[in-house]
């Protein structure tokens, strides 16, 4: 690969804050600025000249189209291309786009889900603008990030709730730092998302019906070797993963992603990318990029990039890590221990702050992240459980602990901690990022939200995050604002919220079947296993309640995204069954009654030379393969019955709930069967490569 000036080539493609301020007039460039810094509205006239800057910006680097793009309820990103062109009185056409086209876009959108939002014949939902995060050109088109509305004003997209929620977040933040002397523009939540995903040769996922459809192994016998060594973790990068790496790392820094750190995960074949942390609707637009581009660039290198959560049964799956944290727009970390004892009681008021939301919301934030696909991660040993807890690490656990109980704290100087007297000290990172079992990580200037699935959309948890915290920090608000001795009753009010509050605090390891039951029986936490548990949860009043009292969500938002969300489980496992049925009997089976042709008539032949001969091998192989296939039979009709049932169930709880307990045992009894069969057939006859043959066949 040519070599590359990394300076120039960074968001070389984005109409950012660069570009603007060198394109646009001082005027226009400042009342637009005002409108991404503080949401000051924006009127007709800059629209219209932003609008021009921008198509001759992006004409100029061979932009033909625009699109408004934008998150619906699928988790993915949509587009509509439409052409600049315009016809021109000469018989020739001009480059053409106005403010109009800017601001507002209407795309017929019937057929993404609304959950009753919107009846189809009033199908067209709105797209608007979002100008704090820069439009962008891909494959020749202008990109212009947008919300996703119905025509009453309801959101069909995961944008416009995230952007309400970092609003509710601003409001309550500020009247915080208000109490603390601190007048400030905006607070605004900043995200880095660490993605993790696998990379497998594409002649051989192509091979696999069950990749093509579902995006991971329905079957699969465990290869003689795994994990096991930890040789791939932070191991050497094969070379056509390099390849990869390096172009998919251009391509994001052209796109104005920061792209920053990249390695080999746990299991063989996985790899990490983390960014630069930003602000969190631009992080989110930024991730749902790098998925798409890393799904892009892996083709173009003759492998695809899989983003489910468990492509392989029995190696690690992937997830995602949303590093969260709150800050001023004059750069201070809301979550970064200050220099001075004020500065210090501020960041604990914070710190409280959260830990209350995480345990108020701990449904919320569970069910935010729910999906058929992180099912098979949560609580399954290699990612956090499906309980929500905190882990702040020891130093700050004893501060914490020195507040509760008035006594002295063994830091610098053994003294009853006086918030606002005393400082504390300064929290290395070393010590608080230990512990990779915790859902829920203070990571000495953040939190690590660990049990997001790589595939999830990260709009979604940090909603639910902005939304609760926002909350917490109303109550302390109404509190403290009318307080008249703010010192004390500050004290006080972080000293309650500990003790509350601490049953969801938790450093120790959160693997353990003992962590399972202390959290549930003693502490009284929730332990929603599965998305059927979680989801329905979003509908508690308490839920409900808080989330429109932040105007996050209206009600009928709130319950149309419940019913998305259970039909998206609902469908994505309907998928699954239906794809397990067709390989058994297309594929497997066909495939292990070769196998018993060749061993039938091989025993045959050989007894019909020699009398001598026993044909243990060939019988024994035989014998067994033979029982399976009857098994397999049997289950693979139970499976059909099922889904013959579900076809039956209309109302999607109901549904969701039979999935559950019902389907998703029958496939897995179906699979043990094939797999035991894979363990015995040559490979030869097997109609997929093997998991040995995807988890390590790329060099
Ligand atoms: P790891 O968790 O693998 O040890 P790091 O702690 O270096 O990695 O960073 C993880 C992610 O956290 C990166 O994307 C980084 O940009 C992000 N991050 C760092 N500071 C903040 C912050 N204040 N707010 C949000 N994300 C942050
Ligand atoms: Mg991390």
């Known amino acids: 690969m040519e070599k590359q000036n990394v300076p120039e080539l960074f968001g070389s493609l984005v109409f950012d804050d660069r570009v603007m301020r060198a394109r646009l007039s001082s005027d226009v460039y400042s009342s637009l600025r005002k409108t991404i810094d503080e949401n000051a509205k924006l009127n007709e006239d800059v629209a219209e000249a932003v609008a021009k800057e921008m198509r001759d910006w992006a004409v100029e680097r061979g932009a033909t189209h625009f699109t408004h793009w934008f998150q619906p309820l699928t988790g993915v990103t949509a587009e509509k291309h439409d052409s600049f062109i315009s016809p021109s009185p000469d018989g020739g056409v001009i480059m053409e786009f106005s ?98 995903y696998f990379l497998v040769d594409k002649e051989m996922f192509e091979k696999r019906p069950d990749l093509v459809y579902t995006g991971r192994t329905l079957f699969g016998a465990m290869p003689p070797k795994g994990q096991e060594l930890d ?181 610098k100087e053994r003294e009853v901690l006086k918030l606002g007297v005393h400082t504390l000290p300064r929290f290395s990172k070393d010590s608080t990022d230990r512990n990779r079992t915790s859902p829920f990580a203070f990571t000495g200037n953040k939190f690590e939200f660990r049990s997001l699935g790589s595939s999830n959309s990260i709009a979604c948890c940090n909603i639910m995050l902005n939304a609760a915290v926002a909350e917490s920090l109303k109550q302390f608000a109404d509190k403290l604002e009318a307080s008249s001795d703010f010192e004390t009753d500050m004290h006080n009010l972080i000293k309650e919220t500990i003790t509350k509050h601490e049953r969801i605090l938790f450093n120790g390891n959160g693997y353990t079947d003992e962590w399972v039951k202390e959290a549930t029986e003693v502490r009284g936490l929730s332990n929603l296993k599965t998305t059927a548990d979680a989801m329905p949860h979003l509908l508690d009043k308490k839920n409900m309640d808080m989330l429109m009292a932040h105007k996050v969500f209206t009600e009928s938002e709130i319950q149309s995204r419940c019913e998305i969300m259970l039909e998206n489980y609902c469908k994505t496992i309907n998928i699954e069954g239906h794809t397990m049925v067709d390989m058994v009997r297309k594929n497997y089976l066909p495939a292990i009654e070769s196998y018993l042709f060749s061993l039938a008539q091989t025993t045959s032949l050989m007894k019909s030379v020699s009398s001598n001969v026993k044909c243990n091998y060939e019988i024994s192989t035989m014998e067994r393969l033979s029982e399976l296939t009857d098994y397999i039979l049997e289950r693979v009709k139970d499976l059909e019955e099922a889904l013959d049932k579900l076809k039956g169930i209309d109302n999607v709880m109901d549904a969701s709930a039979f999935i559950r307990d019902d389907l998703i045992p029958k496939m897995e009894h179906l699979r043990k069967h094939v797999d035991e069969a894979e363990m015995l057939s040559s490979e030869d006859c097997w109609p997929v490569p093997s998991y040995g043959k995807l988890l390590f066949s790329v060099y």
Not at 125 to 147: E, M, Q, R, V
Not at 245 to 269: Q, R, Y
Not at 329 to 338: E, F, K, Y
């Open 231 to 411: 040789d791939h973790y932070f191991g050497v990068i094969k070379p056509r993963v390099s390849a990869f790496m390096e172009d998919l790392n251009s391509e994001l820094w052209k796109l104005g992603i920061l792209a920053k750190t990249e390695h080999n995960e746990v299991a063989p074949a996985q790899h990490e990318l983390a960014p630069i942390f930003s602000t969190t609707n631009v992080a989110t637009d930024n991730n749902q990029l790098t998925m798409e581009i890393m799904q892009k660039v892996a083709r173009k290198h003759g492998m695809v990039c899989l983003l489910h959560e468990k492509p392989f049964a029995g190696v690690n799956g992937s997830g995602k890590h949303n590093n969260w944290s709150m800050a001023t727009d004059t750069g201070v970390n809301l979550l970064s221990p200050g220099a001075t004892p004020y500065e210090n009681a501020q960041f604990l008021l914070f710190l409280v702050a959260v830990i209350q939301a995480v345990d108020d919301y701990q449904d919320l934030l569970r069910l935010s992240v729910a999906t058929a696909g992180n099912d098979h991660r949560l609580g399954a040993n290699e990612a956090p459980p499906a309980i929500i807890s905190i882990f702040l690490g020891d130093e700050l656990s004893a501060v914490l602990d020195a507040i509760k109980n008035d006594t002295p704290y063994e830091g």
């Open 99 to 196: 403010g109009k086209e800017l601001i507002k876009g209407e795309p017929d959108a019937s057929s993404f889900p609304s959950g009753g939002l919107r009846a189809t014949f009033e199908a067209r939902g709105y797209t608007a603008w979002d100008p704090t995060s820069y439009a962008f050109i891909k494959d020749h088109t202008l990109c212009i990030p947008t919300a996703f509305c119905s025509y009453s004003g309801e959101a069909l997209d995961k944008k416009t709730p995230l952007l309400r929620s970092m609003q509710a977040l601003d409001k309550q933040a500020k009247r915080i730092l208000k109490l603390f002397g601190n007048e400030v523009k905006y607070v605004r939540t900043s995200v880095g998302p660490e993605q993790e």
